[in-house]
C-alpha cells in the first residue's frame, strides 16, 4: 500500500471546522439529510420562496436611524437573495435571516438542485429585481452571474459566500466571514468585472476560470460530502495525492495570434487569481483588465511538480522557468485525447474549449475600497 505523504497527513489532521458566522447559534444548521431532502430545519420545504426577509427600516417619524450613506435602499422587492442549502448547511434559516437584516426587506429564495439558481435569478430578474445576492458556493454565484449577464437587465450581484472554494468572493475581496460579508452587500460598492463567454459542452459564460488537465481530473472525482467533510483544503488533499499518477496531453494552446503546441499537465485559463479554495493559481489575474491569464504547468516529473507546489501555494509559480504565462483576449485550448475540463469549478465536459473576454459585462457589489481595483 503507498504511504501518504507527510503534507496531506498534516492536511488530514486539519479538516475544517463547522463554519463560524459571528452570530449566537440560535438554531441548530441543516444536517445533511436536510440538506438533501430540501428541507430546513423548522420542517419548511425549501421551495421557490421560503419567506420575506421583512426588517424594513422605520421611518423617520418612528425614531429610526437614517441608512448609512451607499447602503442598499432600493424598493422592497429590489433584492433576491438566492440560497442553496447544499452549502448551507452550517447556517440555520434563522440565522441567514438575521445576517441579512442588514440588507433591508428582501425575499429569499431555495435551490433545488442544479440549473435552479439560474431560474431563480431570471424569475427574480422579471419581476424587477435590481440586486441578486448568491448566498453559497462558486457554482451558485456562477450559475446566477451568468443569468445576469444573459438577461442583460442591468440587476447588480452580491455574494454571501457559504461556498467550499468561494474564489469569486476571495478575489474580490469579500470577507468570508458572513456578518461581514453581509454588511458588504449593504455599505459595500458597485463595480464592473470582465465575464468569459465559454464555447463548449459545458456553462456558456464563466466569472472565475477553467482548468484542464489535472485540475479537471480532480473536480470531476469531487462530490458534495468530500467537500463538505473538508472544506476548501479537499482541492490542495487531492492535487497532492494525485500528483504522481498525473496523465499528461498534447495540447494546442491558440492565444491570439500566438499558437503553442504541448505536452501539458494543467492549463489554467483565469478570469480571477483565486482558484480551487483560494489558491492563487493565477496570482496576475485582474477582473477587470480584459484580458484572461493563462498559466500552463508542461509534462514534467512527479519531483518538479513537487517542487512547484510551494511556490504555487505562495502565488510565486510565474517565476519558475517551468511555468508558462500569457495573457491573450482569445483563447482556445484542444487536446489529442479528451482532456477534462473545469468551468468556475465545476466539471465542464472534455474539450475542445474557446474563451472570449466580454470586458465589464457584470455588476457586482464588493467592499469600498475595492471598487477601484
Known sequence: MARTSPLVEWLERCRVPRRATGLPHRAVGLPHRACAANVCPHGLHLGATLFKITTRKKGPNDGAQPAASGAMTDSPASTCVIVNPQAACDVSAMQLETLLEVVGEADMRWTEGPGHAADLAREAISEGASRVVAAGGDGTVSEIASTLVAASEGAVLGI???GTGNDLARSLGV???????????????ERRIDVIRVGSAGPSFMVIGSIAGLGGDIAAGLDADLKRAWGAGIYLRTALAEIGSARTYRATIELDDER???DVTNIVVANARFHGGGIPLAPEARLDDGLLDVVVLPALSTIKLL???PLILGGRQLRSRFVIHRRARRVRVAAEAPMPVTIDGEPGGRGPVSYEVEPGALRVICPASRSGR
Open 160 to 162: 454571501l459566500p457559504l
Open 307 to 309: 517542487w512547484l507546489v
Open 260 to 262: 503553442l503546441e504541448l
Open 175 to 189: 470577507p468570508l466571514d458572513l456578518q461581514s460579508a453581509a454588511r458588504v452587500l449593504r455599505e459595500g460598492a
